[in-house]
């Protein structure tokens, strides 16, 4: 973006001179893509002379061609106003995801060559149709697969951005494990091959979803398509290096099994330490499960709040089973609540106990706490709204925080909220974090309850 910018010189005035003409006017050319980022590439100044009426134009130029071409080379890799538009962890998240996308598609020539291969490429006896009809059942398989993983996993996957798109590469890495195999094992080989693209199908949905999540974490400026756009320049390019290296590599290790098994086992490595190194540089400043806890424990402890980057060092990323100690850890205080419980699927012998609490606890509010063995349930109401989500979520944590030391949990807890949730938000805003909403999965099941007075609707 080129700016212009003027400011009016006056000479020195000869003695007993009154004229105020003859003035001298700048004119400066200024090019960057925010305020912030403006540099000064000419000077243009209009003067009279004493011997034409008419002024004299001077052009001043600064900079130099190399400056400006690189300026205009880079725009087309990072967003407009760059690094102001972006959020910190922009930087170190896309030299991570870079790499580990080289990582990729030098793989996938590998990977290829061999799935091909498998099908019967450069074989006289392999015929088109039933290379067709193999391709088909792959695909297709993939694309049910897809179709699975979102309906069950969809709406989860905002909630866990950070574990998810690691989780996707990994499942990528099995995806071309699969295709690798895939010669080694003729009477296996149609089943191998619709592994690999299942576990590849799940790279696709989860991949996608998470970086568009994402984007809009990394967007300061409502800046969203254009950071996509720029990320998708930046793809291209490992691509492209990544194809050219892949070839090479491949074609140099035609019949060496064992050193094509090396190359691939070594850049697998290093695609997941990637991966891993990526979503670590993230500082997430939005508002899930995990998070939750973990900002809320320490404000039960000190009275303070984390920012989004102590509070990256902390979390996990990757999925919970993958740590046998889970259940010790307080952190993990969050896989104790169950967000949005059927009222039905409740236990008779707890259904007394959710009315007394109704009665006694929540007249007022759009959520009620169920707690037995250490697990809180919440019911949220028809009526509820996002921050009645976050409330109710924040009170079930302060409940399970306070199981290990309360008997009397319902006055405790409510007790707690009352004189700390208010302030709580407070800080929370003021280090940076986003209170409006809860990143969670979606609560379909909700109820409706009065008390004093007998239900005259039903809930919808």
Known sequence: MDSLGWRRRRPQEKDGDDDDDGGVVVVEEWNGSSSAKLSLTASISSSPTPSSPSSSIAIQRFGTHYRIAWSRILSAFVPEGFPSSVTPDYIPFQVWDSLQGLSTYIRTMLSTQALLSAIGVGEKSATVVGATFQWFLRDLTGMLGGILFTFYQGSNLDSDAKMWRLVADLMNDFGMLM???????????????????????????????????????????????????????????????????????????????????????????????????????????????????????????????????????????????????????????????????????????????????????????????????????????????????????????????????????????????DKNYEDFLLKLQSSGWKTERLASHSVVWKANWRTGTPLDEKAD
């Open 179 to 417: 295709d690798l195999l895939s010669p080694l094992f003729p009477s296996a080989f149609m089943f191998i091959l619709c592994l690999g693209s299942l576990s590849r199908s799940f790279t696709g949905v989860a991949s996608g979803a998470t970086r568009a999540a994402l984007t809009q974490h990394f967007s300061l400026q409502d800046n969203a398509a254009d950071i996509s756009a720029k990320e998708g320049s930046q793809e291209t390019v490992a691509t492209m290096v990544g194809m050219a290296l892949g070839m090479l590599l491949a074609r140099i290790m035609i019949g060496h099994s064992l050193a094509m098994w090396l190359c691939f086992l070594s850049l697998t490595m290093f695609h997941m330490f990637a991966n891993y190194m990526a979503v670590r540089s993230l500082s997430l400043n939005n508002l899930n499960f995990e998070r939750s806890s973990i900002l809320l424990r320490h404000f039960m402890e000190t009275g303070q709040v984390l920012s989004p980057k102590q509070v990256s060092e902390l979390e996990h990323v990757l999925p919970v089973w993958t740590y046998p100690w889970s259940w010790r850890d307080p952190n993990f205080l969050y896989t104790r609540i169950h967000l949005g419980v059927k009222v039905s699927s409740v236990r008779p012998q707890d259904m007394m106990d959710l009315f007394r609490c109704a009665g006694c606890y929540y007249k007022k509010g759009k959520y009620l706490l169920l707690e037995k063995k250490g697990r809180v349930s919440i019911v949220t109401h028809k009526d509820s709204k996002a921050a009645d989500v976050v409330q109710s979520f924040i009170h079930a944590l302060v409940m399970a925080n306070l199981s290990f030391e309360i008997n009397s949990l319902h006055a405790a807890s409510k007790s707690w909220m």
